[in-house]
């Protein structure tokens, strides 16, 4: 073999081990509020590329919308509330929760002053993202703590994301709006209310997490598993920089306002699980009411669709307490 062949042989060998090692992800994040922060957060950090990912964020509003893109093999992990993949689960969609990211219920019922309490919402339209996603789900669940039928009661438009909701709040195409972080307290600073805040409720439903195609967790564990290293650094910055967090929050959110950049921060920053186990509680409370008009959800175990593995093989290896070795955080 000549010195020429032997280097392109040696060029080819590396290249293909570079192209073995890195991973290129589209990632779809569900919502334009705090609620993705870590995903944002991990991406101008440059941490996906510090772990040898190209990762594409792409916004696609509506969990509903997300699965159909997962189960056509598009997308293999989304940054998502999680019911929309329950219930696909429960009809036999191989996906699981292999991480929860916020894991508090923040959204608010936001109406005009002169709607007084929760039961004047009587004949109203409530704006929502799409049909089936976690606003309309805890929406109905809120709904029926009032003794309000959201079947008859009211009516439940599909308007889109926080933005589009909040613009039909204020143009008067909807009576009241299901938003949350910075859109919630724009909605403030033009006069609305909270009506219903939903963290006050006994709901459990499960609220922001990464949700995985189960082939995809056996055949690629290794970049699935620096992906979620990534995130988790990620989650890292917005508890730990605020500064950089509120950079980042300004450009994805695209709100100058530095209070409301502020207020979003403060509510947010707690929220988020230092180490990001799936939640179960939230996945067997919704495979619970799902369970009251699809017979076959109630056969499930919460524990089959969170997938906690990745998370326990991280902490195992000490991951997580050499990531927050220097603050105490957790």
Avoid at 278 to 293: I, Q, W
Avoid at 302 to 325: C, T, V, W
């Amino acid at each position: 073999m000549t010195r020429s062949a032997a280097f392109l042989v040696l060029g080819m060998l590396f290249f293909s081990a570079n192209l073995a090692q890195s991973q290129s992800f589209k990632i779809p994040y569900v919502s334009v509020s705090p609620n993705p922060a870590p995903l944002w957060i991990a991406h101008e950090a440059g941490l996906f590329k510090k772990n040898n990912i190209d990762v594409e964020l792409v916004y696609i509003p509506g969990g509903t919308v997300i699965i159909q893109t997962m189960l056509s093999g598009e997308v293999k992990v989304a940054n998502m509330a999680p019911p929309a993949a329950i219930a696909a689960w429960t009809k036999g969609a191989e996906l699981a929760l292999i991480g929860t990211g916020v894991n508090r219920l923040l959204e608010t019922v936001m109406t005009s002053t002169e709607i007084k309490k929760p039961e004047d919402l009587r004949g109203k339209k409530i704006g929502i993202s799409r049909y089936g996603s976690l606003t309309d789900i805890i929406l109905r669940e809120g709904l029926r703590q009032y003794k309000l039928n959201p079947e008859k009661d009211v009516v439940i438009l599909q308007v889109g994301g926080e933005g589009p909701r909040l613009a039909a709040l204020k143009g008067g195409a909807v009576d009241g709006a299901m938003l949350s972080g910075d859109q919630r307290f724009q909605a403030e600073k033009l006069g609305f209310h909270v009506l219903i805040d939903f963290s006050t409720l006994p709901i459990d439903y499960p609220i922001n997490g990464m949700v995985a195609r189960r082939d995809f967790i056996r055949g690629q564990r290794d970049p699935l598993k620096r992906f979620v290293k990534a995130w988790a650094e990620g989650i890292k910055i917005v508890k730990t920089d605020k500064d950089f967090s509120l950079k980042v929050l300004k450009k994805y959110l695209r709100v100058e306002d530095r209070e409301i950049l502020d207020k979003s921060y403060e509510q947010y920053k707690p929220v988020f699980a230092s180490v990001p186990y799936p939640e179960r509680k939230g996945v067997a409370f919704a495979l619970n009411r799902l369970a009251e008009t699809s017979p076959e959800a109630g056969k499930l175990k919460a524990e089959d669709f969170a997938d906690g593995s990745i998370i326990a093989e991280l902490e195992s290896e000490g991951f997580f307490k050499s990531l927050y070795a220097d603050k105490a955080n957790r």
